[in-house]
């Protein structure tokens, strides 16, 4: 399975949007790119996948570029309880295995 | 619906001890497993299971041990505890096929002195 690389950290303003970028560079034609976040020492929460196309769903929407190599997950209108490690992941489609790597960590400022 | 249960919340082990991490789920999920999370660091899977009676390895199997003999539970047992296994375990649980979109648990802090 490919991996990602993500930004260690990012702060967004309360209201604005948060973009958090992932590569997956490696990526292949059936593997999925996933969305999850992990508030304190919760466990982890998913918020939304894609394969080719953009997807939104009630918590965030997801762009991938056309060549798949990297995505962009978008919080539209962050709050504070937002913030959060985001991990990109990237899942083969006939694979059971998650390789979560170390995330971003995004705080929302008041 | 409780979702995905752990047990114990805590536990501290002697080096050498054995004993069983405890994960139960409540919605027919065919899909489960079970990550470890060092400090600073993101999840790292060690064993995973498709149906009940199937298992398979993740990235850091070493030193741990799965059985599903149920759909609901999956129990990780660790042999003999080593300090380095002192981390939080998480256990999850997904409908398989679809979208793997997997449910945790509260997670294990395990220490091993």
């Known amino acids: 399975d490919a991996k990602t690389t993500q930004p260690t950290s990012m702060d967004c303003a309360e209201g604005r949007a948060a973009n958090l970028p992932c590569n997956h560079s490696?990526?292949?034609?059936?593997?999925?790119v996933y969305w999850y976040r992990q508030i304190h020492s919760q466990g982890p929460q998913y918020i939304i996948h894609?394969?080719?196309n953009n997807e939104t769903n009630e918590m965030a929407s997801l762009i991938i570029t056309e060549d798949r190599k990297s995505s962009t997950l978008i919080l539209p209108h962050a709050t504070l309880r937002d913030t959060a490690v985001y991990y990109c992941?990237?899942?083969?489609?006939?694979?059971?295995?998650?390789?979560f790597g170390t995330g971003t960590s995004l705080t929302v400022i008041p | 619906n409780a979702g995905v249960t752990q047990t114990p919340k805590f536990q501290v082990l002697k080096t050498g001890q054995s004993m069983t991490l405890q994960c139960a789920q409540d919605?027919?999920?065919?899909?489960m497993s079970w990550y470890r999370q060092d400090p600073g660091m993101g999840l790292r899977l060690i064993h995973y299971?498709?149906?009940?009676?199937?298992?398979d390895q993740g990235e850091v199997p070493n030193g741990y041990n799965v059985s599903r003999s149920t759909t609901e539970d999956f129990p990780l047992r660790l042999l003999s505890a080593a300090p380095s296994q002192t981390s939080v375990y998480f256990c999850?649980?997904?409908?398989?096929?679809?979208?793997?979109?997997?449910?945790f648990g509260p997670g294990t802090r395990l220490t091993v002195t």
């Open positions: 894609g394969l080719k």
């Open positions: 919605m027919n999920h065919e899909y």
């Open positions: 490696t990526i292949s034609g059936n593997e999925y």
């Open positions: 299971s498709v149906g009940a009676g199937i298992t």
């Open positions: 992941i990237v899942r083969s489609g006939t694979g059971n295995q998650f390789y």
């Open positions: 999850a649980s997904a409908r398989a096929g679809g979208a793997y979109e997997q449910y």
